[in-house]
């Protein structure tokens, strides 16, 4: 099946910094991505759509100047968190769809942690 | 607004046992699809299952089953024959026509030896 790989799996960084987390298609062009936001024992939460050329569509109550996405790709989306705080710790994941694809399932990265200390 | 309801945030099920996960959802799309996801303590979302609003029959994957019941907006999982290895948390999601996906908070299932 369809692979989507996210890139780091874990990361630690000080808080002030920015991190960029990537999110690949490897067999298959996704025009659009989706990032979600998993705090501990809660749900997922969608941040934003990653649209291929185009900016990034943010839900409500998300600031986009501080998660930045590019999806300068088919097969590349990046979110970076900038002037990272210990708050923004969490767990993120991105999704994408096949183009073409029938209805069934969308594929998810595996997911990176991240810790802001 | 979408809405995905999991009012169980716990379940327990002894082995070789069947359980059911409910899941209720509310939408005003036409068309929407049905999900349930597996996460494990690693997080990865590993797929189990899909029911379109159209399908007229309920969707089945191996021990997986849904019971979809459109009028009552309820998708419900099923696993039968539990084994220890299904002790994970479980997403019900919505597709909507964008491709969003909106989570439920999710069942924490334990499986009893």
């Known amino acids: 099946g369809a692979v989507v790989s996210q890139h780091p799996s874990r990361v630690i960084c000080k808080s002030g910094t920015s991190v960029k987390i990537e999110c690949r298609s490897l067999?298959?062009?996704?025009?659009?991505m989706f990032w979600y936001r998993q705090f501990p024992k809660q749900s997922l939460m969608l941040m934003a759509t990653?649209?291929?050329?185009?900016?990034?569509?943010?839900e409500q109550g998300v600031e986009k100047d501080k998660f930045l996405i590019n999806h300068a790709s088919l097969t590349l989306s990046t979110l970076t968190v900038t002037s990272a705080h210990p708050e923004d710790s969490s767990f993120y994941i991105c999704?994408?769809?096949?183009?073409?694809?029938?209805?069934?399932?969308?594929?998810f990265g595996q997911g990176t942690r991240l810790t802001v200390v | 607004a979408q809405k995905i309801t999991q009012t169980q945030p716990g379940m327990f099920v002894q082995e070789k046992e069947a359980v059911t996960l409910d899941c209720t959802y509310d939408?005003?799309?036409?068309?929407?699809?049905l999900f349930w996801y597996k996460q494990p303590s690693s997080g990865e979302m590993i797929f189990l299952i899909y029911?379109?609003?159209?399908?007229?029959q309920n969707a089945t994957e191996g021990r997986y089953s849904l019971n979809f019941q459109k009028a009552r907006k309820s998708a419900n999982l099923v696993i039968s024959a539990s084994q220890l290895g299904d002790s994970a948390m479980y997403f019900c999601?919505?597709?909507?026509?964008?491709?969003?996906?909106?989570f439920g908070t999710g069942t924490s299932l334990t499986v009893i030896p």
């Open positions: 999601a919505m597709r909507r026509t964008g491709n969003q996906f909106y």
């Open positions: 067999d298959f062009q996704a025009t659009t």
């Open positions: 939408t005003s799309d036409p068309s929407y699809g």
């Open positions: 990653s649209n291929e050329g185009s900016k990034a569509t943010y």
């Open positions: 999704s994408a769809r096949a183009q073409g694809a029938g209805s069934t399932e969308a594929f």
């Open positions: 029911q379109g609003s159209y399908d007229q």
